[in-house]
Nanobody
Framework: QVQLVESGGGLVEGGGSLTLSCVAS????????MGWYRQAPGKQREFVAT???????YYADSVKGRFTISRDNAKNTVYLQMNSLKPEDTAVYYC?????????WGQGTQVTVSS
């Protein structure tokens, strides 16, 4: 079993920055993919960014150039540095881990960007 705990969400003004963190614990095997999805009120959950344990990263077009995903494999932690935040980035951000043991999700952390 794997547990994911996100932190770092909050309220920020448009143009500001936030960094989200997600720590994974439990039976974690590599290779795996850790990443972030988000869900805004009244909308479906959408892909934000993922990072493979081997180093490759992927981003949604809407966040390219503004968000940076990184990870520390030794700490089983993934980060999401979010810059130039926009009101449309307001959502609950979920951490995910996908590996040989299965697919896991965190509880989510709220990010609110004021205009």
């Amino acid at each position: 079993q794997v547990q994911l705990v996100e932190s770092g969400g909050g309220l920020v003004e448009g143009g500001g920055s936030l960094t989200l963190s997600c720590v994974a614990s439990g039976s974690i095997f590599r290779p795996n993919v850790m990443g972030w999805y988000r869900q805004a009120p009244g909308k479906q959950r959408e892909f934000v960014a993922t990072s493979e344990s081997g180093g490759k990263t992927y981003y949604a077009d809407s966040v390219k150039g503004r968000f940076t995903i990184s990870r520390d494999n030794a700490k089983n932690t993934v980060y999401l540095q979010m810059n130039s935040l926009k009101p449309e980035d307001t959502a609950v951000y979920y951490c995910t881990l996908d590996g040989v043991g299965g697919n896991y999700w965190g509880q989510g952390t709220q990010v609110t960007v004021s205009s």
